[in-house]
């Protein structure tokens, strides 16, 4: 996953005794259509049933990093599934506070077409997080 340009500074900041940075309780995982990039913007999936999936920081989904620095995710991540139309072909994913500032994004190795009924899922160590 990569970092984007807003938690980039805000780390920078807070590591540097700028401006400290509180860590999200919880973090949105958001489904794109147009991959966003480190300053942000991408075309998310809106309508058809979709919501972004919200997780506990800390818990399941992010447990502790290697002593490496490598995070793999220790649960799977579910959306919902498309109601009433398509979602389109998923091309990336996203990681949000609950203020909507992207934290870190991905572009998936394969894409994926979400039909109406169908869902898309993340499972256990899909998502890997490390720094650069």
Request: aromatic share 10%.
């Amino acid at each position: 996953m990569n970092k984007s340009n807003y938690l980039r500074k805000k780390t920078i900041d807070h590591l540097l005794g700028v401006t400290p940075y509180v860590a999200p309780s919880e973090v949105d995982f958001a489904l794109y259509t147009v991959a966003p990039t480190a300053a942000g913007g991408g075309t998310e999936v809106a309508g058809n049933g979709y919501a972004r999936k919200r997780v506990a920081t800390g818990g399941a989904v992010f447990p502790a990093a290697s002593s490496t620095g490598v995070l793999t995710s220790g649960s799977s991540v579910d959306f919902v599934a498309a109601e009433g139309g398509a979602w389109g072909t998923i091309v990336a994913v996203g990681i949000l506070d609950t203020l909507g500032n992207l934290l870190f994004f991905a572009n998936l190795t394969t894409q994926k077409t979400i039909n109406d009924g169908e869902s898309l899922s993340f499972r256990t160590g899909d998502l890997v997080f490390t720094e650069q």
